[in-house]
């Protein structure tokens, strides 16, 4: 989650090993955000490495990404398309999800 300082945060998922074409991740997050309006969230996609046990960080690399600001959202199941930093369209790449928003009162 990017925009206002209050509002950024990271979540990141499971890794799925061996399964680059269908992967299923079926797993739920969630942000509480402040101030909606500047708030962006990004879907990323990253190649994990990982050698015998040992996970490799520094040779994780970039598969996909989308970015979307918060209130242009719609809630339900949604395809997230993905792309690469340069803006090109990964075909067929792209995350199946569901979005959900809640207002939370003070």
Request: charged residues 25%; glycine residues 6%; without cysteine.
């Amino acid at each position: 989650m990017l925009g206002h300082p209050i509002d950024q945060n990271q979540w990141e998922s499971s890794v799925v090993h061996k399964n680059g074409f269908n992967p299923i991740w079926d797993e739920k997050t969630e942000f509480i955000v402040a101030l909606e309006d500047l708030a962006i969230l990004e879907f990323k996609v990253m190649n994990k490495v990982v050698v015998g046990n040992v996970d490799i960080e520094n040779l994780d690399t970039h598969l996909g990404s989308y970015a979307i600001s918060v209130p242009m959202m719609k809630e339900g199941y949604r395809n997230i398309l993905l792309e690469s930093y340069d803006g090109r369209r990964l075909i067929p790449a792209n995350l199946f999800v569901h979005i959900n928003k809640e207002l939370i009162q003070n």
